[in-house]
């Protein structure tokens, strides 16, 4: 239940204090110079604690925005199944731009203005053991919703486990609308250029763009492949812990086989993994190499992911229906395969055509009315 006491201050001033004492939790007292505003915070803070959701005012100006990145990084960010590196830079940029603040500080209205201040920025280019490299294009409304995707998901975790919020600001902030995914594809000339000039570079290089656009995996599947994932004599080759979750297994064409057992012959044999470092200890940044070998194939508006986008694509036009463009893909729904759909209706019109053709053989003519 809630009191609500007239007092005098120290300075001789009338002051009322309120007090909520609910049996199984500690008594909260607070004093306010108007009644109005101790009964309305004793009711707030009854109704709270007797939902459940009451969180003390001690523990949101207790922790900044830094120290709940930093706690956050440290414990939970390698149970995520993918993109850990590209989340660990979003929450850079945060802790850089707000980290000072109290969590209860922490408005919708303060992470609006950071995200229009990222919004107005140059997106920066990552660049293997270097500092990234500032571009000469603003951030796209997809980097700036994944952004924000990376401050909530940590925001939440102060609220569901840590303790330290009451609820998550960042909710209440408006996405940014996104443009329709990507269908860039390579020509088969283009293909081709790119090919060449990767095999001119490096063996990795080579290697890794021929699976890219043999089996359409993720960049971060391929880069982490080890040799025990890839089955020669199975003809498959299994990317395990995928984003979705799940392990999934490709099966491996004639010609992706044939490369595959030539770079075995002159791995390193002093790393597990296909990709590796001199040391063999880590794996290689293809995406710097391929970045290069697009200039060079005289490539333009082309990026590492798109190699899935042209697998895909010609597996639509040679008549691979969604769902098994999804299973090769490791997408759970169809949603994101549609983008593909008007590429297997060109295959979907030839069946009807053919379909046509077999069952109305010879023209009938229709009666006059």
């Not at 607070?30 to 004793?42: E, G, P, V, Y």
């Not at 299994?238 to 791995?267: A, W």
Request: glycine fraction near 4%; aromatic fraction near 8%; include cysteine.
């Amino acid at each position: 239940m809630s009191t609500i006491r007239e007092r005098k201050n120290s300075k001789g001033n009338t002051v009322y204090q309120a007090q909520v004492r609910i049996k199984g939790f500690p008594p909260q007292v607070k004093s306010f110079n108007r009644k109005t505003d101790a009964k309305l915070w004793a009711n707030k803070i009854e109704s709270e604690i007797r939902t459940g959701i009451y969180l003390p005012e001690t523990q949101t100006n207790q922790h900044t925005l830094a120290e709940l990145i930093d706690r956050y990084c440290a414990n939970e960010i390698n149970d995520r199944k993918s993109d850990k590196e590209k989340v660990r830079a979003h929450l850079k940029w945060w802790r850089k731009e707000l980290g000072s603040y109290y969590l209860n500080r922490l408005t919708p209205l303060v992470i609006t203005e950071a995200r229009n201040k990222l919004a107005s920025e140059n997106k920066l280019i990552p660049r293997a053991f270097k500092e990234p490299k500032i571009s000469n294009q603003k951030r796209s409304n997809s980097t700036i919703n994944r952004y924000m995707s990376s401050l909530s998901m940590a925001l939440s975790i102060a609220v569901k486990e840590y303790g330290w919020l009451q609820s998550n600001p960042a909710h209440q902030v408006t996405r940014k609308t996104e443009n329709k995914g990507r269908t860039r594809f390579l020509s088969e000339a283009e293909i081709s250029r790119l090919l060449n000039v990767a095999a001119e570079k490096s063996n990795e290089l080579y290697v890794a763009t021929m699976i890219a656009l043999s089996t359409g995996g993720r960049y971060s599947e391929i880069r982490f492949l080890k040799w025990k994932d890839v089955q020669l004599k199975n003809d498959k080759i299994i990317y395990y812990d995928t984003k979705n979750g799940d392990n999934r297994g490709v099966p491996l064409t004639q010609e992706l086989k044939k490369v595959l057992t030539s770079y075995k012959k002159v791995r390193k044999i002093n790393s597990e993994y296909l990709f590796p470092t001199a040391d063999g200890l880590n794996v290689l940044d293809i995406r710097s190499q391929f970045e290069d070998a697009v200039l060079s194939a005289r490539i333009e508006n082309f990026h590492f992911h798109d190699l899935r986008h042209t697998a895909a694509s010609y597996l639509a036009m040679n008549g691979a229906s969604l769902i098994e463009i999804a299973t090769i893909l490791g997408h759970k729904t169809l949603q994101m395969v549609q983008r593909y759909s008007h590429l297997t209706d060109q295959h979907t019109a030839h069946i009807l055509s053919t379909m046509n053709e077999a069952i109305f053989q010879g023209d009938i003519e229709l009666k006059a009315e």
